[in-house]
């Protein structure tokens, strides 16, 4: 594999940041009304979360790309792959971020939210400056968690079609016959985003473990 | 805009997806099968006291979870055949789920097992069981117990993850229906469909593992 | 050897140990041990946090390894080797402070367990014997529980019943009662009190120092991993000889 094929491969790999961090954005507000939503206490609205969250947990992240690809094609709406995939990722992550906020959101004791009924706050400002922020610090762990999913799940775009990192690698593959060197270097390039990650991670988890003995 | 919605296409294909829901149990079960014997193997070389040992199950584990497994089953599929393994798609994508799987398992199962107290070892070593009967017969009913949870919501993801082997066209739900799709180009339809289908198949199965557990687990605990 | 042997017995003793050292890294935890033990004989340790009892204890049924010295027990030597090692756990029995009832088991299974896998009674025979003791140690009623649904007296009570299904010479306990609501201990310590009474070779380490006026044949007392003394208990509660023996029963009378 050449300094070309390289490049192509690095080309990609723009595409699979630029994907995972829109996909992580745009899901983490979507994720926040999904989690608000599923602790709202509004029975109805709970129940319609909560069966959001457990379709998105349900079935494959592939499927969820091509219902939304064609599905958004269907209702007339025109996208290229890039933005249909785009918002595929961020209902997904929704969903998923949603319901691990909802667990830390919860494991907030209820304490917590008593005091600041017993103070007058209002509902914002009961989330904003007290649940929320402690809320946060005990999803950290399972947040970047997930975050390394939702990258390792942009390679799913490359079956729909769209040319990021795996499937720069497909492509070069098929044009130099050497899979093994090509799905090696695709390999290490992703461990190389994820693997920070996941040792942030952990390392966030054990601190919060020794924190709360 | 003037689209109306045909699912003749998949009503005819029914036969065949359903089919294809068998392939994917199998592809399903066999992975699992295989990632617990990957991982149980696993901890136990992960516990060995060769240092070498140890950081290499440590490797195997952080690159499978550092990687997508879209990347490893292709890699799977072109080295296998390097490496002199001719197989078809479906048992490929089979090792390659277990695989992947296995590495998650070796995770999950190292924490049952250091969940149990000290205590309950040395108990049963005081009585005057050896180690293998202290391990069957006390660690592993309370070990399986803490870990189900995790293990079990691992499985639904193998199964969804499953999906995945269409990439090398094994026999299972989504290479079947992507056929069906070329064919018609109902792909809404399909893909909706096929969904759905998926949400049943991940319900049932977590029907089936609750089951299991409250039948077998139902040993009180404080 | 055995300078601080109990000379009212002639015959073997059931416990012995002699120059037993044991090291955690640099750390030593146990310095040059010498004690035995007579068949019959009730033994109290006790000593400050950390002196090493337990550390003992567990020497005896090897749960715990030592580097220096030799341990017999009821005529086995205590090797290395996995043979006699398991051999000594058949014939000693050991209460924890943590009970280490096995959760997923009901009481009976509890106390049939080892009787069946390990001495190879078939299953009639071990639950007869599983029954009789837990008749012995008064919870006979609560055999099909699981330890889950029993206080803590109650737990220690059947980990106690569990030990003796082995039908051991001798029993090691570990503060059999520290981990227990004050109104549990003398349940406990009436089912230790019964055990003695009928002959049981013990070695406890305990601070209940009325079990220990009213059982014990000899007190131990332990600092720094080493025997600083050793007297019966009447000689022992109101005659102590080292300046540390006093101060530890000062401190632990006192407490109560
Ligand atoms: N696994 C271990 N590794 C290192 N040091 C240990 C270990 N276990 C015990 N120790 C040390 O050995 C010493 C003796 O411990 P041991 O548990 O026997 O004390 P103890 O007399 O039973 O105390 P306690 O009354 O607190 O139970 C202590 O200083 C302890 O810190
Ligand atoms: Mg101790």
Redesign the interface.
Same mark, same amino acid.
């Given at each position: 594999m050449g300094r070309e094929e390289f490049l192509f491969l690095l080309a990609g790999l723009k595409w699979t940041v630029a994907l995972s961090v829109v996909a992580f954005i745009c899901g983490s507000v979507a994720g926040l009304m999904v989690a608000l939503a599923r602790t709202s206490g509004i029975f109805i609205v709970e129940r319609l979360t909560a069966g959001y969250i457990a379709v998105f947990q349900g079935t494959p992240l592939l499927m969820q790309l091509f219902v939304v690809y064609y599905g958004l094609a269907l209702i007339g709406i025109q996208m290229d792959a890039w933005a249909a995939v785009s918002v595929g990722l961020t209902l997904h992550a929704s969903a998923f971020l949603g319901e691990i906020w909802r667990g830390s959101i919860e494991a907030v004791p209820r304490g917590q939210t008593e005091a600041a009924k017993a103070l007058s706050l209002g509902y914002v400002s009961r989330m904003k400056d007290v649940v929320l922020p402690q809320a946060i610090r005990i999803s950290l762990p399972a947040t970047i968690g997930f975050l390394v999913q939702l990258i390792k799940g942009t390679s799913l775009a490359s079956i729909v079609g769209f040319t990021e990192l795996t499937r720069a690698g497909n492509i070069i593959s098929n044009q130099i016959f050497q899979p093994l060197t090509v799905f090696g270097v695709v390999g290490a390039l992703y461990f190389l985003m994820c693997c920070p990650l996941t040792i942030y991670g952990a390392h966030l988890e054990r601190k919060f473990l020794t924190a709360s003995r | 805009m003037n689209y109306t919605l045909d699912f003749t296409p998949v009503i005819d294909g029914l036969p065949n997806l359903l089919w294809a829901c068998l392939g994917t149990f199998t592809l399903a079960i066999c992975g699992m099968l295989l990632a617990i014997v990957i991982g149980i193997g696993g901890v136990i070389l992960r516990q060995s006291p060769l240092k070498p040992l140890r950081w290499l199950v440590i490797g195997f584990v952080e690159l499978i979870r550092n990687t997508p497994f879209l990347v490893q089953i292709f890699f799977i599929y072109f080295a296998l055949p390097l490496a002199g393994i001719r197989l078809d798609p479906t048992p490929t994508a089979i090792i390659a789920l277990g695989i992947n799987g296995g590495a998650y398992a070796i995770e999950i199962i190292r924490g049952g097992v250091q969940s149990i107290s000290k205590g309950q070892m040395e108990a049963g070593l005081a009585l005057g069981l050896h180690k293998a009967q202290v391990f069957r017969l006390i660690i592993l009913k309370p070990a399986l117990r803490a870990i189900y949870p995790s293990l079990t919501s691992q499985f639904i993801l193998l199964t969804l993850t499953t999906s995945i082997a269409s990439a090398i066209s094994a026999y299972e739900l989504t290479s079947v229906s992507q056929r069906i799709e070329s064919d018609s180009f109902r792909s809404f339809e399909v893909y909706f469909t096929v969904t759905a289908f998926y949400l049943v198949i991940s319900w049932v199965m977590m029907r089936i593992f609750a089951l299991f557990s409250s039948r077998y687990f139902s040993y009180p605990v404080r | 050897m055995n300078q601080t042997i109990n000379s009212a017995t002639t015959t073997e003793p059931m416990i012995s140990l002699s120059g037993v050292e044991k090291w955690y890294g640099a750390f030593k935890a146990l310095d040059n041990i010498n004690m035995s033990v007579a068949k019959g004989e009730k033994i109290v340790l006790c000593g400050p946090s950390g002196s090493g009892k337990s550390t003992l204890i !567990?020497c005896i $049924?090897h &749960?715990e390894a030592y580097q220096k010295g030799d341990i017999h027990v009821g005529g086995i030597m205590l090797g290395h080797g +996995?043979k006699t090692i398991?051999a000594v !756990? #058949?014939e000693?029995?050991?209460v /924890?402070q943590?009970f $280490? &009832? /096995?959760?997923?088991?009901t009481v009976l299974q509890n106390c049939m &367990? =080892?009787p069946m #896998? +390990? &001495?190879g009674l078939d299953k009639a025979q071990a639950e007869d014997r599983a029954r009789t003791l837990l008749e012995r140690v008064k919870i006979s009623e609560q055999a099909e529980k699981?330890p =889950?649904?029993l206080s803590g007296g109650q737990q220690q009570r059947v =980990?106690i019943a !569990? =030990?003796l299904c082995?039908r051991p010479k001798a029993m090691l306990f570990d503060e059999p009662t520290s981990a227990l609501d004050p109104e549990m201990v003398k349940e406990v310590l009436d089912t230790m009190i019964a055990l003695a009474e009928e002959g049981m070779t013990m070695i406890c380490v305990t601070h209940e120092m009325g079990f220990a006026r009213q059982v014990a044949d000899r007190v131990i007392f332990m600092a720094s991993g080493a025997i600083v003394e050793e007297a019966p208990p009447a000689e022992f509660f109101s005659n102590p000889k080292h300046e540390r023996t006093r101060k530890f029963l000062g401190e632990i009378l006192g407490r109560h």
């Open positions: - | - | !567990r $049924n &749960l +996995s398991d !756990r #058949r000693v029995g050991m /924890f943590q $280490n &009832l /096995f959760p997923h088991l &367990l =080892a #896998r +390990s &001495l699981y =889950a649904q =980990a !569990r =030990a082995m």
